[in-house]
């Protein structure tokens, strides 16, 4: 077993060579990549950061010559990152820690993001009590406020940098008792508006033979979704909930950026898509809301998390980018419409019901839809039962049509 340890050994060599004995202390082996562009490393790395330059495509005196730390940062994260996929591809790496600020966070979770998922990743940081969505991505990485900064060893820094390497030791040197079985893999998206749908439609996948991965459509989630189905992890796509497109085109808090529904049309992987939660843009606590959209109609889903409805135009233009993201699809691809209800709030008696507003997503959809693109339209709401069954029936079509249906 083998531990990579990414950090800049020009400023934080004493708190590497502490982390490194603790973790070879418990017999594990450790392979240090210095990543520091300022100064020579206070200890002998095993991969130089002459070496991690020459990876990014650029030389250490080049950096230091250039006197931009931003552009360093980035050459040094893009050459760890080559680095520690052949690390891994070798069998020479089995997890990866990084210690350090906001400079090698940044640098040591670029080369972490490059790993699949699965492999342990665990950064010590002074940024982890913030916004960690930069550093963690779409990936698995693991982050522990470091509480004081990483700056010499004391009683606080010791115990925190120990707790680290002993969880990495863990995760490396005990199997996770994980089943893998040989089933094809469906990538679903969910929202708690569109629940009932995703868990009925789940069921049947699985009852049909199918393994599925449920992504939280929260932005990441999405990004998370299009990153494996690049990979050939997932085989199949019931695109449930496809509203991060609304927080992307009107400025929500939870988009997924403009590649969202990219992922399955360029690798021709089967997918049946529906609207679920267009009916809505995310926001922060309600004094997070943009002034610009006072007036508008609001629920309150809880402290922390505001929707707003979306109105007749913005559902025209969603309809349009996404009949448009679809017919360029490679594979075989379905539109499903819930004509009576895109989520739980949007049907008759609850706070988004507004049929104009779906008239136009809807009306918008039927108008830029390529005619190789099968498009099923239900009376029902999302939520019901008969249109989760429809999504799970026309995948389960699609997969065993191509060949990769269990």
Not at 69 to 80: F, L, P, W
Request: proline share 4%; charged share 20%.
């Amino acid at each position: 077993m083998a531990v990579v340890l990414v950090g800049t050994l020009d400023t934080k060599g004493e708190e590497f060579a502490f982390a490194r004995d603790v973790i070879e202390a418990q017999g594990v082996d450790v392979h240090i990549i210095d990543v520091g562009v300022l100064d020579a490393p206070e200890i002998e790395p095993d991969t130089t950061a002459a070496e991690v330059a020459e990876a990014a495509g650029t030389t250490l005196e080049a950096l230091r010559d250039d006197g931009d730390r931003g552009e360093a940062m980035t050459a040094m994260g893009k050459g760890a990152a080559a680095i520690v996929t052949d690390l891994h591809e070798s069998g020479m790496l089995d997890g990866v820690l990084g210690l350090g600020g906001s400079g090698n966070t940044s640098i040591a979770t670029t080369a972490m993001r490059a790993l699949p998922v699965g492999v342990p990743k665990f950064m010590v940081s002074t940024m982890a009590s913030g916004d960690t969505e930069p550093y963690v991505g779409s990936s698995d990485i693991a982050m522990m406020y470091s509480v004081a900064d990483i700056e010499g060893l004391n009683q606080l820094s010791r115990r925190v940098i120990s707790n680290a390497a002993l969880a990495m030791v863990g995760m490396v040197t005990n199997e996770p008792d994980v089943t893998v079985e040989d089933r094809p893999t469906i990538g679903m998206t969910m929202f708690g508006v569109t629940t009932p749908c995703v868990q009925t439609a789940r069921e049947y996948l699985e009852d049909a033979g199918y393994e599925t991965i449920v992504f939280h459509a929260t932005g990441t989630g999405g990004k998370a979704m299009e990153e494996l189905i690049r990979q050939g992890i997932i085989d199949g796509v019931l695109d449930v909930t496809t509203t991060e497109w609304a927080d992307e085109l009107v400025g929500g808090v939870l988009n997924a950026g403009p590649d969202r529904l990219d992922a399955a049309a360029e690798t021709g992987t089967p997918q049946v898509v529906s609207t679920g939660a267009l009916d809505m843009v995310n926001f922060g606590p309600r004094d997070s809301v943009p002034d610009e959209f006072e007036g508008r109609q609001f629920h309150i889903h809880n402290p922390q998390v505001t929707l707003m409805r979306t109105t007749p135009a913005e559902c025209a233009e969603l309809g349009s980018i996404i009949a448009n993201k679809l017919n360029s699809a490679t594979g075989p691809t379905a539109l499903v419409l819930p004509l009576a209800g895109v989520s739980m709030l949007d049907v008759e008696g609850e706070e988004f019901y507004d049929p104009e507003a779906d008239g136009a997503l809807f009306d918008a959809l039927r108008e830029n839809i390529a005619s190789d693109v099968e498009l099923l339209q239900l009376e029902t709401d999302i939520n019901d039962e008969a249109f989760a069954r429809a999504l799970a029936e026309k995948l389960d079509e699609y997969m065993r049509a191509s060949g990769v249906g269990p």
